[in-house]
T-cell receptor, first 113, second 117 residues
């Protein structure tokens, strides 16, 4: 079974803190994605990576950065957390082939106070 | 700009009834339309997917209907069960997008389905 593992299920951080969300996949997938899930807005793409050290902005990259130093690991970084970044964060991965499905992690619910 | 619009936001159905969730898209380059199912505390998981060369795809109690000319597709859950209670997301992807964008999924807003026993 494909496994996408996010390091934390729940996080509570203070405004202004630097926050790291970690994601690891065990299927040797080329593509990795970070989405944000908010009620009524669905899933919105923050950043994605198609190879080690490669990244591209998604639809809502402002206030976020990412790092992919190894193929299996993709990190989302909130440089200075703000209350409007309180949300559910979902990591996903897929093969680089154009016709494959994306597999999601269980999500990290981040609360910024 | 919301490229995939999903309705309704929430849906309550009695056990044994039919659940119908609708999605409409704008980008005619989309060529892959998956539906994801998400249970509380879990990440979304692929439920069923369709490509625009067919008008319908059925897997068990789940059916996708696709109308290319109207740019709409829908999920039908026959004989709905309490275990189907979850959030459902439609999505779309342009598999032929240039550069590295081909893997990007655009999601609808989600539908919270509750099936009463």
């Amino acid at each position: 079974d494909v496994k996408v593992t996010q390091s934390s299920r729940y996080l509570v951080k203070r405004t202004g803190e630097k926050v790291f969300l970690e994601c690891v996949q065990d299927m040797d997938h080329e593509n990795m994605f970070w989405y944000r899930q908010d009620p009524g807005l669905g899933l919105r793409l923050i950043y994605f990576s198609y190879d080690v050290k490669m990244k591209e902005k998604g639809d809502i990259p402002e206030g976020y950065s990412v790092s992919r130093e190894k193929k299996e690991r993709f990190s989302l970084i909130l440089e200075s957390a703000s209350t409007n970044q309180t949300s559910m964060y979902l990591c996903a991965s897929s093969f680089g082939d154009r016709n494959t499905e994306a597999f999601f992690g269980q999500g990290t619910r981040l609360t910024v106070v | 700009q919301q490229q995939v619009k999903q309705s309704p936001q929430s849906l309550i159905v009695q056990k044994g009834g039919i659940s119908i969730i609708n999605c409409a898209y704008e980008n005619t380059a989309f060529d892959y339309f998956p539906w994801y199912q998400q249970f509380p505390g879990k990440g979304p998981a692929l439920l069923i997917a369709i490509r625009p060369d067919v008008s319908e795809k059925k897997e068990g109690r789940f059916t996708i209907s696709f109308n290319k000319s109207a740019k709409q597709f829908s999920l039908h859950i026959m004989d709905s069960q309490p275990g189907d209670s979850a959030t459902y997301f439609c999505a779309a992807r342009n598999s032929n997008a240039g550069g590295t964008s081909y893997g990007k999924l655009t999601f609808g807003q989600g539908t919270i389905l509750t099936v009463h026993p």
